[in-house]
Nanobody, 121 residues
Framework: QMQLAESGGGVVQTGGSLKLGCVVSGSSFATFPFTPVAWYRQAPGKQRELVAGFEGSGHTLYADSVKGRFTISKDNAEKTVYPQMNSLKPGDTGVYYC????????????WGHGTLVTVSP
């Protein structure tokens, strides 16, 4: 089992910044920080997509669309994962979720409520 609590979303203008946070807990994250974990987003009318994540080794990976703008970090003691999102664009608008890292997020069955990010033109 897992629990995921995302926070930090809001409305920001193009070019602005936001820092989201996700507290993870439960048996699925018992080996955190060695558990692969990622942030995903779902834009209106689109499928959920990977934004950024940590592999179990600690190696970070990013979607091409956010490279150079987003930085993912984590607080091991607090079991929290953060994406710092800079130079935001309207295309970054969506609901942001965290979960275990996978190339097939649609196969994950447990999700948090997510946090909405709206980037205005």
């Amino acid at each position: 089992q897992m629990q995921l609590a995302e926070s930090g979303g809001g409305v920001v203008q193009t070019g602005g910044s936001l820092k989201l946070g996700c507290v993870v807990s439960g048996s699925s994250f018992a080996t955190f920080p060695f558990t692969p974990v990622a942030w995903y987003r779902q834009a209106p009318g689109k499928q959920r997509e990977l934004v950024a994540g940590f592999e179990g080794s600690g190696h970070t990976l990013y979607a091409d669309s956010v490279k150079g703008r987003f930085t993912i970090s984590k607080d091991n003691a607090e079991k929290t994962v953060y994406p710092q999102m800079n130079s935001l664009k309207p295309g970054d608008t969506g609901v942001y979720y965290c979960n275990t890292l996978t190339r097939t997020p649609d196969e994950l069955t447990v999700w948090g409520h997510g946090t909405l990010v709206t980037v205005s033109p």
